[in-house]
């Protein structure tokens, strides 16, 4: 499949089936055992490095899988000029791996001649969505193809901001033309911290687009929750997504897992949940990956 | 400035512990004021800095003790705000701040635990580049030796230390005991590389070696190194020397081109 071609199309949004994020814990298990996974979801900055065995491994999986890649540093809504040293080195690693598509946060991280590593949130309002459209847009351009941007989880929210999270992210993805990474844990924990219903958010979104789903785990802190992806997914983000495939049909879904990291084995069993949530919520015919069946069962 | 520019200069202050308005710009819950939530970002900010720190100076932490190393890392954390895009390259500094600043630098050795641990790292993700072996030097033409200069592998490190560092990082990744701090007369160096399976080497040098891998390092010729050599070797024993020396590194894997 071509992603290039196919995500200039809106009516037929490539579906990759079932994936999981690539993590170093499990270079070895992947490498030996090949497991039944539809695709890995990099995160590119791991990769942004000279070389070593951090490449070689990424070369090795990827022989096998494909791919996409997910970036946590492009600080796409910073008021800093575009950093152009790590768009070259996110384009370069691009062409390495050749991935179906690419993605970011929407969100800042670096300004004031300072990293925060760490995804702050914007005010949802015209100023910032003009910011937003204007530099998604130049990095489309520079790469050479449409991005995904992803909603995250937040704590705070600005007096500044006018509008809803979702009104904010369908019009930074129509004026830029740029697509949307919906985080189905990241709807739910911000939407407890903010006095939401997540499912106004899941139906707010425009459907033509979602490319990507990310499913994680969480924690509670006090009266807040916090994203901290150390957990499995809990049962409501499942009905939620349940909720999301209705809405949206069949969307390329992974599992995020970031801290207190299980054996792939186990990782992949949660999967299976995706799967089933999916063969139960969709018809056979949506769940095909290139013509095939997407669904194989846990290896 | 942008009204988003200052919201973002102001975030960055808040999560720096300097002053900063930009609680005034969040809005507050009944059970959760706008500085609460910020504190969220703020304790990120650390524990995601410290996380990363700790990752790169596990031994250094070993020697130090959770206590002293938090000390180590608060210290850090105030001194150098993160520049970087990629948080790998976040704690580059600390052999500096162990060297410069007291009362880190009362206990030398710490700087240079900190150096082996951010040379490993470095050999971990440096350049790839092509591995010459033994059969490469047995093809050259005679007439190459005159002029012979080499490219060494990019994740090549000559390290020099006035302690007895090395055998003290080593016992503390082997979870052994470290030995008695020993100062030396005069540094001894290591040879640092990582080989054709992507696996970090490392040994001690002698002067004359890494005199010798100095100037083969700086493009110098075969027969330059070699009157380098005479420092520590007659004129009788120079060629064997640099030849075994030579050997050696190709057999090692160090060697990643031939200019002639």
Known sequence: MDAKQDMKNDDARPFLGFGLGLRTEHYQHVIEHKPEVDWFEIISENYMVPGGKPLANLDKIRADYPMVMHGVSMSIGSTDPLNKN?????????????????????????????????????????????????????????????????????????????????????????????????????????????????????????????????????????????????????????????????????????????????????????????????????????????????????? | MSSLQELQHGFIDYLLGQPSDISQHIQSTPGLPAEKRLNIYAYAYKARLKEAIGTDYEQLHSYLGDEQFDQLLERFIEKYPSEETNLRYYSINMPTLLRNEEPFNNLPILAEIAEIEAAFANSFDAADSTILTINDLASLPETAWETLSFELHPSLQLLSYNFNSFAVWKALSDEETPPETVQYNSPETWLMWRDSQLITRYRPVLNEEASALAFARQGQSFPAICEALLDYFSEDEVPVKAITFLQTWMQEGLVSKLHY
């Not at chain 1, 995804?119 to 998604?136: F, G, S, V």
């Not at chain 1, 490319?211 to 983000?237: E, K, R, W």
């Open chain 1, 86 to 299: 790590y768009l070259n080195d996110l384009k370069t690693l691009i062409n390495r791996v050749e991935p179906y598509w690419y993605s970011d946060h929407l969100c800042w991280t670096h300004a004031h001649n300072t990293n925060s590593h760490d995804l702050l949130p914007l005010p949802y309002n015209e100023d910032t969505i003009n910011h937003l459209a204007a530099r998604i847009s130049q990095v489309q351009d520079f790469i050479g193809r449409p991005m995904l941007v992803e909603n995250l989880s937040s704590y705070v929210t600005y007096n500044e901001s006018v509008m809803s999270e979702w009104e904010f992210l369908n019009e930074i993805a129509k004026r830029s033309g740029c697509y949307i990474l919906l985080d189905i844990n990241n709807i739910f924990v911000s939407a407890h911290n903010h006095q939401f219903k997540p499912k106004d958010y899941i139906d707010g979104i425009d459907n033509e687009r979602v490319m990507q789903f990310h499913l994680a785990g969480h924690s509670y802190q006090g009266d807040m929750i916090i994203d901290t992806h150390d957990h499995d997914v809990c049962d409501p983000v499942w009905d939620l997504y349940a909720y999301a495939l209705q809405r949206f049909g069949a969307v390329s879904t992974m599992i995020e897992r970031d801290d207190n990291i299980p054996d792939f084995s186990e990782l992949r069993q949660e999967l299976a949940i995706a799967e089933d949530v999916a063969t139960k919520t969709l018809s056979t015919e949506q769940l095909h990956v290139a013509g095939q069946p997407v669904l194989k069962g846990v290896a």
